[in-house]
């Protein structure tokens, strides 16, 4: 079955504990993407990556590193997470930025 | 702003059509227009995209303006399954980053 796959789906961490949230597709996808949605403010993207080692800033990169070192997988590290990054997060993937598929998403509380 | 705008909220009845509007009157001539919808719980789910004309497919249509400012997504005959939050989106193509708006939440009444 093609599908996007995010883990944890739920993670509940502290202050300045680094963490990685893992993304991964099956679909072959050059195209992978993180967004954060927030209440009011929608979906934001954090940085998104065109094919294999090429990646770039979406709008909200700040506090957020990625790496891509093979296709089907994009994690996104927060390695100094702090309470303002309490969000839901997105991982999607596409051939080139049309028609993407979304993960079901990571919940991720900072204390 | 680069950002698409969207109604807040609309509300419509089983089995009628329903038209969401979007403006986007910055867009550029290489931006695409996607809509994608988010249910419940979900994440975002793909619907349609298109560039200068208008496109239909299995779940609605697509309706551009003349000089792409705005856009106009077309569910011909709205069902339960079809309450969620509609997102019009700019961007893709050269553009490779998405601007998306704050969406549309659509209510289905039965």
């Known amino acids: 079955e093609a599908q996007v796959t995010q883990n944890p789906r739920y993670l509940i961490t502290v202050t300045g504990k680094k963490l990685t949230v893992t993304c991964s597709q099956n679909?072959?996808?050059?195209?992978m993407s993180w967004y954060r949605q927030d209440p009011g403010l929608g979906l934001r993207q954090i940085y998104y990556?065109?094919?294999?080692?090429?990646?770039d800033k979406g709008d909200v990169p700040e506090g957020y590193k990625v790496s891509r070192k093979e296709k089907r997988n994009f994690p996104l590290i927060l390695e100094s997470p702090s309470p303002n990054q309490t969000s839901l997060y997105f991982c999607?993937?596409?051939?080139?930025?049309?028609?993407?598929?979304f993960g079901p998403g990571t919940r991720l509380t900072v204390l | 702003d680069a950002k698409t705008t969207q109604p807040n909220s609309m509300e419509s009845n089983e089995e009628e059509p329903v038209h969401l509007p979007c403006n986007h009157s910055?867009?550029?001539?290489?931006?695409?227009i996607h809509w994608y919808r988010q249910l419940p719980s979900q994440g975002p789910e793909y619907v349609i995209h298109?560039?200068?004309?208008?496109v239909n497919n299995r779940m609605a249509s697509l309706a551009i303006a003349e000089d792409r400012k705005s856009s106009t997504l077309i569910l011909h005959r709205a069902t339960l399954r079809d309450a969620a939050v509609y997102y019009c989106?700019?961007?893709?193509?050269?553009?490779?980053?998405?601007?998306w708006g704050l969406g549309t939440s659509l209510a289905v009444n039965p």
């Open positions: 679909m072959n996808h050059e195209y």
């Open positions: 999607a993937s596409s051939f080139g930025s049309n028609t993407q598929y």
């Open positions: 990556s065109m094919n294999v080692e090429v990646t």
């Open positions: 989106i700019r961007g893709g193509g050269n553009n490779r980053k998405l601007i």
């Open positions: 298109g560039l200068t004309s208008n």
């Open positions: 910055t867009i550029s001539g290489t931006d695409y």
